[in-house]
């Protein structure tokens, strides 16, 4: 068998066994009984396997083969050749298997460099800054407060009394919901602890009143009667006010209370002047409007009537009627 089928044999096998991972004892039994020149191939595959290179990379399987050409060259020049010429060709391929392990350990040096090298990553930008939502705290029980200053009454309406009044800046507790529209019986914020109810057309609530109870209407209170008192007297000194007991007094004078705006229109009542005095009044007297009138057939008094818009429970005084001498 000729050196280079030899060769080539024993290049095929060492290939096969390298790439099923198996190591050099068995490259062994492939060097065994080879010619002189393969045996130098067997021992230079046996270096590059005692030093971990021919594994799997086909770059140092390449070196492998740069070295089977050294040695085949090698055994070609061996016989009959030129020395000047063999020592050249020799020359020629050391500087190639240098070079060539060189680039290997350069493309190594790179490939650690590369692995060893932090990859760059863009920094990331500034945060954004979601606003953090602010709450108004929920009251724990319903508050109400106005915008401009409202009567507290013991009923919805003015036929009820005022009992007290809430005040623009100031707040108080809300204890039911009115059964009437748009009514509140909330916490009395002149007396503490006695409700009262709260007209809702200035006011702002605050807090939850679902679960708040209605509270029903009071009965409507019966107004309490009022009356209308005064004098009819001679102003002497012409100054419009009674100065008793400077000035003197009529008795007798009659006087009518109609119902309604003046002129009116039934009479309520009527009354004479007082002959101690000049006094005269009008009691029992129902919240209402009222005229009050002379009686235009006596002397002449000032004035002829008098315009009387009565509250509940009022009682009014000082309507007077004067004479001027």
């Known amino acids: 068998m000729s050196v280079h089928t030899e060769l080539k044999q024993f290049m095929k096998a ?28 067997c021992a230079n595959v046996h270096l590059m396997d005692n030093l971990e290179i021919v594994k799997t990379p086909d770059k140092y399987i390449l070196l492998a083969l740069i070295i089977v050409l050294i040695t085949l060259s ?33 493309q190594e040096a790179q490939a650690t460099v590369q692995a060893s090298t932090p990859s760059l990553t863009s920094a990331p930008g500034p945060a ?42 100031e707040t108080t507790e809300i204890l039911a919901r009115g059964s009437v529209l748009n009514y509140w019986v909330v916490d009395n914020p002149d007396y503490p602890g006695h409700e009262c109810w709260l007209w809702g057309k200035y006011a ?54 109609k119902e309604g705006a003046c002129p009116g229109t039934t009479t309520f009542a009527t009354a004479s002047s007082s ?5 005269y009044s009008f009691y029992n007297v129902p919240a209402g409007k009222y005229c009050l009138w002379r009686d235009l057939n006596q002397q002449t008094f000032d004035p002829d009537f008098h315009s009387i818009d009565l509250a509940p429970g009022e009682n009014r005084t000082e309507v007077n009627f004067r004479y001027l001498p």
């Open 275 to 279: 002959s101690a005095d000049g006094s």
């Open 14 to 41: 060492y290939m096969f066994i390298n790439n099923k991972n198996v190591h050099y004892p068995i490259i062994n039994l492939l060097c065994v009984k080879r010619s002189m020149s393969v045996r130098g191939v």
């Open 204 to 257: 702002t609530v605050s807090g939850d009143t679902s679960h708040l109870p209605i509270r029903s209407v009071a009965p409507t209170p019966i107004p309490s009667p009022g009356s209308i008192r005064g004098y009819v007297y001679i102003d002497g000194n012409h100054n419009g006010q009674r100065d008793d007991p400077v000035d003197g007094h009529i008795s007798g004078a009659n006087l009518f209370l």
């Open 74 to 106: 090698a055994c070609t020049l061996s016989d009959g050749a030129d020395p000047r010429v063999a020592t050249q060709t020799y020359q020629a391929l050391d500087a190639i298997a240098e070079a060539t392990v060189q680039a290997i350990q350069s």
């Open 128 to 169: 954004t800054l979601t606003p953090t939502p602010i709450y108004s705290p929920t009251p724990a029980v319903p508050i109400i407060e106005v915008s401009l200053d409202s009567n507290c009454r013991t009923g919805p309406g003015k036929v009820y009394d005022m009992v007290g009044a809430l005040l623009v800046g």
